[in-house]
């Protein structure tokens, strides 16, 4: 068994700041990608920022210059820092890792989803 918890989130004003982390524990052999991913009400799930196991990065276009995500591999832990936040930044964000458990599969896993709110 595997499981990925968040933390972090919440309510923010326009411009601010907020840091997102996800944890991965369990029978976990070796982890890989790890990401994040945002709901917006009424539209689909995107990708914003994935990592890979050498720390590379890939962001969507919208939070270029404003996320950064990194990753603690001796933790099984992503982070996500959100800055300059915008309005159109709400939603669910989910965290996602690429993990090999002891049986040897490789399977997708998620986090609960945790609901960031930007006012403006």
């Known amino acids: 068994q595997v499981q990925l918890v968040e933390s972090g989130g919440g309510l923010v004003q326009a411009g601010g700041s907020l840091r997102r982390s996800c944890a991965a524990s369990?029978?976990?052999?070796?982890?890989?990608?790890m990401g994040w991913y945002r709901q917006a009400s009424g539209k689909q799930r995107e990708l914003v920022a994935s990592?890979?196991?050498?720390?590379?990065?890939t962001y969507t276009d919208s939070v270029k210059g404003r996320f950064t995500i990194s990753r603690d591999n001796a933790k099984n832990t992503v982070y996500l820092q959100m800055n300059k936040l915008l309005p159109e930044d709400t939603g669910v964000y989910y965290c996602?890792?690429?993990?090999?458990?002891?049986?040897?599969?490789?399977?997708?896993?998620w986090g609960q989803g945790t609901q960031v709110t930007v006012s403006s």
């Open positions: 996602n890792a690429r993990v090999q458990d002891y049986g040897f599969t490789w399977r997708d896993y």
């Open positions: 369990g029978r976990i052999r070796s982890v890989n990608d």
């Open positions: 990592v890979t196991v050498t720390s590379s990065a």
